[in-house]
């Protein structure tokens, strides 16, 4: 799988030297009436436009960076920036959740090709001060004409938040890592089960024929530790570490769910570069 060299939602950050120039208009951004989803949609949308005031979301002495292809803070930027097309970009923010100090996002790039992002974003105080991706080559529609990116975006069930949370991290605890596969239909209501990855059909026995095909290929996917569960309502995003066809890859995972079952699923598998070609040393997750 093709590794990406973009930080995706911090694309945008200038070199140090610019930053300092435009600070002054900075200061004077009210953003104390905007929500942390405003602000990590704004930033996200100034990679299209290239507006310069959303980088005043960022906090300009701690920003951790987990994209392993760019450097850590804002200076690993500017030469990125240097090598970006004019008026070449283009982002759209399809989904956008909040969680606690996270927010996370999922989005259609054109960043040196086109793209689908998982965007995660922890904020301080209202500042950004450190973010996680996944990105993956746009591909598809899948059997089942689904794209990576379309399907409903209605939040609700907030009240649910946390028992969705738990369904999901469940799920790929039983299923994917211990392999459990006597539970499998107790997570889904019947065959019912929309899917927008790229390879896979809709309906949980379309998943199945598939991870059958793939075994027959030699082709193994096993999870082997789950980071991060983030959910608001009834939409779940899962961030895991494992393998795929051999390779050491990153899960992101977004599930939407009703009425305690799983009903929908989006993804994007990015695959881990070697240790020593990471750029910075935070780590991928």
Same mark, same amino acid.
């Given at each position: ?6 930080? %995706? ?35 996200? !949308? ?5 507006? !310069? ?99 409903? %975006? ?6 649910? %938040? ?10 790929? %605890? ?47 996917? &096993?999870?082997? &530790? ?60």
């Amino acid at each position: 799988m093709k590794i990406t060299i973009v930080g %995706t939602a911090l694309i945008l950050l200038i070199s140090l030297s610019s930053y300092k120039e435009i600070y002054p208009v900075l200061k004077s951004l009210n953003s104390d009436k905007m929500s942390n989803r405003e602000k990590v949609v704004s930033l996200l !949308k100034s990679i299209e436009t290239g507006e !310069k005031e959303p980088v005043g979301f960022i906090n300009p002495n701690k920003y951790i960076q987990h994209n392993l292809n760019a450097a850590d803070g804002l200076a690993g930027f500017g030469a990125l920036m240097k090598s970006l097309p004019p008026n070449s970009a283009k982002v759209n923010t399809v989904r956008s959740f909040e969680d606690g100090n996270f927010v996370f996002t999922q989005t259609d790039y054109i960043f040196f090709g086109p793209k689908i992002g998982f965007d995660i974003f922890r904020f301080e105080n209202g500042k950004i001060v450190e973010h996680w991706d996944n990105l993956q080559q746009t591909a598809g529609p899948n059997p089942s004409g689904h794209t990576m990116i379309d399907g409903t %975006t209605q939040i609700k069930d907030l009240d649910k %938040t946390e028992a969705n949370k738990t369904v999901v991290k469940n799920f790929i %605890t039983d299923i994917l890592i211990n392999g459990k596969m006597e539970k499998l239909s107790g997570y889904f209501d019947g065959d019912n089960y929309i899917q927008h990855n790229p390879n896979v059909p809709d309906q949980l026995s379309g998943l199945g024929k598939t991870l059958e095909k793939w075994a027959k290929q030699g082709i193994t996917m &096993k999870y082997d &530790k789950i980071h991060k569960v983030l959910g608001e309502g009834n939409f779940v995003l899962i961030v895991s570490e494992g393998h795929l066809a051999g390779k050491h890859d990153s899960f992101y995972d977004l599930y939407r769910v009703e009425n305690g079952k799983i009903a929908e699923h989006w993804d994007t598998i990015e695959e881990i570069p070697l240790k020593e070609n990471w750029k910075n040393q935070n780590g991928k997750f």
